[in-house]
């Protein structure tokens, strides 16, 4: 098993699904170390560590790869084919939980900047890598890298995020829904493909805008409702009206990501059928896009709530993420580029789509919004799933990439 490989069974094997990505930062701070690179640890709590290093002659742009630490849970143990941190390699895929979701990613980024140093690449500017805890619980690592300042002089961004399926998913419709395209479009992305997988240019992604509102009654017995205060009677008014706002902004669209899409996803209130209810809360999670800023959307339910409570309410809002979206402009150097780049490693064509899931870029974006940012590297898109795993030739394809990738980014 060659380095490559074996680095990536090793964190592999590194359960990183409850909060301890000190050991994936260690872990490459050594290998790091071993090719000639330093790196700095960066804590979130004392088992959460994000990592950065830099390389390259500092008299540049600064391009910046992005790739988590963290996995999701590892499922059902009985649907799964091996253990699902075993790392198994079976008919050239490796398959275990994180292969695609984003540990190949990860060390694709690691081992291009390894293989650029190690082969005296002459780097104008300054390639950054880092590594993020929280990705998949709130990108906490990313928002603590940016406000130490790692987003304020990033140029351009890859985030190591998987961007690929088998290519007989193109004749699926919803792969089809996802490209904007047709049976016939998929037929010919077939035609014109020589590896197992089919894989896309993400320079798209939905924000995220995600709150609860809570509201405050008074406690009765149901038999004497007038001495309480009814906590869900001023929620289904917030309801109504939020509906109302939500069908004002369905117009609203992106070119490439579509419209805003806003769902109600958790309603809570009282506690047993014979009580006036004293607290009821209402959740809703939105899709974003650029055209209509988190930031406004805060603002006109903060209205609505103000006025609602003007009327003698108590309700509050409570935001639990603010993440912006991404779009990064088709006729970009980095777009470009990593096209062309990638189309002759991959013996593919790369469709440029947008996505509604997020990444690490909404955090960085907001600490500088003028970031050009792509999200492409290898992994299946619907990597969440029992028995996920990574295309080992797309894993070695894909740091092919990004040195070449960066190599004329900081030429």
């Known amino acids: 098993m ?5 680095a990536l069974s090793d964190v592999i094997k590194l359960n990183t699904v409850n909060g301890h990505e000190k050991l994936v930062a260690d872990y490459l701070a050594d290998l790091l170390k071993k090719h000639g690179i330093d790196s700095k640890l960066i ?6 560590v994000s990592l950065v290093a830099e390389i390259g002659d500092g008299n540049g742009p600064v ?13 059902d143990a009985a649907k799964w084919q091996v253990e699902a941190l075993s790392a198994t390699i079976k008919d050239n895929n490796m398959i275990g939980r994180g292969t695609s979701d ?5 060390m694709a980024g690691v081992f291009a900047m390894i293989n650029l140093k190690e082969q005296n690449v002459p780097l104008h500017g300054t390639l950054r890598f880092m590594a993020t805890v929280g990705e998949e619980y709130g990108q906490y690592g990313a928002q603590q890298l940016g406000e130490a300042g790692y987003a304020n002089d990033l140029d351009t961004l890859i985030v190591g995020e998987p ?3 088998h290519k007989q998913l193109l004749l699926q419709k919803q792969i ?6 047709d049976e016939a479009g998929a037929k010919a992305l077939l035609a014109a ?10 320079l798209a992604h939905k924000g995220s805008l995600t709150y609860t509102v809570h509201s405050k009654g008074v406690a009765a017995h149901s038999s004497m409702p007038e001495i309480g205060k009814n906590a869900i009677t001023p929620l289904m008014t917030f309801y109504q009206k939020e509906e109302a706002y939500f069908d004002s902004i369905k117009d609203y669209r992106n070119p490439v990501l579509g419209a805003i899409t806003p769902v109600v996803t958790v309603i809570k209130g009282g506690e047993q059928i014979n009580t006036v209810p004293a607290s009821a809360d209402l959740s809703v999670k939105i899709r974003t896009i650029p055209e209509l800023p988190n930031a406004d959307i805060t603002a006109a339910i903060k209205q609505i709530i103000a006025d609602i409570n003007a009327q003698g309410a108590d309700l509050s809002l409570d935001i639990l993420s603010d993440l912006r979206p991404m779009h990064t402009m088709e006729d970009t150097e980095l777009v470009s580029t990593a096209k062309q780049i990638a189309e002759d490693v991959l013996q593919q064509k790369l469709p440029l789509i947008g996505v509604p899931g997020g990444t690490d870029a909404s955090s960085f974006l907001a600490f500088n919004p003028d970031i050009d940012v792509i999200v492409f590297g290898p992994g299946n898109i619907t990597a969440h799933q029992v028995n996920e795993y990574v295309d080992l030739d797309m894993y070695h394809r894909f740091i092919t990439i990004y040195e070449r990738l960066i190599t004329s980014l900081l030429k």
């Not at 493909?193 to 993400?202: D, V």
């Open 43 to 48: 804590a979130y709590e004392p088992d959460r």
């Open 2 to 6: 060659d380095e490559v490989v074996q």
């Open 193 to 202: 493909n020589q590896t197992n997988e089919q894989h896309f240019i993400e």
């Open 163 to 165: 961007s690929g399926v």
């Open 63 to 75: 391009v910046g790869f992005d790739g988590h630490e963290d996995i999701v849970a590892l499922g």
């Open 176 to 181: 089809q829904y996802m490209l904007q395209s």
């Open 102 to 106: 984003m540990k190949s990613g990860l």
